[in-house]
T-cell receptor, first 111, second 113 residues
């Protein structure tokens, strides 16, 4: 199976909070990332968290990491239509130069 | 955040021709750059890791003679798709390592007719 798993779709109403979940399998992961991809564009780094942290907040974004369960989530507060995009979770493993990506979660924000 | 550019942003070429895509880190130096391929509605597939001054490391199943990678400087990596065929049509994205993160270019859409 996939090393990094995400649900494929999420739909919310404008103003609500969005929570995008991700699970990974490698306990040696050192950093975990959230990227945003808008149609026809590259990936924009939203935030990342070091594996010895359990939470990181940056304005409307809150990342929660449960290392025991290998579960990562991204919460977007007050979701706006401009947040509609695909969100990729990624992990970087110890002694590994590249990242492993999930399949991406397509977030749709309805007015 | 750091900026990575790609050029061209899109290209249409005839089957059998070669296409070169450039990836530049604009405000930082990148010893390591990565080339990914993305199919519609799918995740990124790592093609190769490019290290400045040395040969690229290709992922299993990626033909190194077809996808030539050159990382001649700390700010530039190029991917050349040689003798392109319609099945090479895809969205190609590069990224540059700025540890512990990677910054991505905007992507190049290649259409081979």
């Amino acid at each position: 199976g996939e090393d990094v798993e995400q649900s494929l779709f999420l739909s919310v109403r404008e103003g609500d909070s969005s929570v995008i979940n991700c699970t990974y399998t490698d306990s040696s992961s050192t950093y975990l990332y959230w990227y945003k991809q808008e149609p026809g564009a590259g990936l924009q780094l939203l935030t990342y968290i070091f594996s010895n942290m359990d939470m990181k907040q940056d304005q409307r974004l809150t990342v929660l990491l449960n290392k025991k369960d290998k579960h990562l989530s991204l919460r977007i507060a007050d979701t706006q239509t401009g947040d509609s995009a695909i969100y990729f979770c990624a992990e970087r493993r110890m002694n590994n130069n590249d990242m492993r990506f999930g399949a991406g979660t397509r977030l749709t924000v309805k007015p | 955040g750091a900026v990575v550019s790609q050029h061209p942003s899109w290209v249409i070429c005839k089957s059998g021709t070669s296409v070169k895509i450039e990836c530049r880190s604009l405000d930082f130096q990148a010893t390591t750059m990565f080339w990914y391929r993305q199919f519609p509605k799918q995740s990124l597939m790592l093609m190769a890791t490019s290290n400045e001054g040395s040969k690229a490391t290709y992922e299993q199943g990626v033909e190194k003679d077809k996808f030539l990678i050159n990382h001649a400087s700390l700010t530039l990596s190029t991917l050349t798709v040689t003798s392109a065929h319609p099945e090479d049509s895809s969205f190609y994205i590069c990224s540059a390592a700025d540890p512990p993160t990677q910054y991505f270019g905007p992507g190049t859409r290649l259409l081979v007719l």
